[in-house]
């Protein structure tokens, strides 16, 4: 089934209703907004209700790319998090370089004890 918007757009601005929605259909109403946005403000007049449609889809926006973006923030924070306790679980120090990759230090220094 393909996503429409909701009959009252407000809704585009409500927490509940945009954290319901999945990120395919929240990209889809970002899309669809845009699209009613400029049919509506192509036309030559505007009456009351275009205007609070126009209002509730720029709200609606606005709202909809700051669900994303709290989406993203979430995932790279949980994505971290997992990094970090399965450092733990391994028994790395979190502060450790990288494996194979040595300090300028620790190369120079093995190389002086080395003959030519």
Known sequence: MEFEL???LNQLSDAGYLTALTDENLADALTL?????A???ARDQIDDDGLASMRALAGGSEAIRAEQTARRTA???AAAEIDAMAARV???????PAAGVE???AGDA???GQEP
Do not use: H, I, K, M
């Open 103 to 105: 300090t300028a230090a």
């Open 75 to 77: 995932a790279e924070a």
């Open 39 to 41: 049919t509506l403000s």
């Open 110 to 112: 093995s190389a002086e």
């Open 90 to 96: 391994r028994g790395e120090d979190p502060n450790a």
């Open 33 to 37: 907004s845009a699209q009613a946005f």
């Open 6 to 8: 909701p009959q009252d």
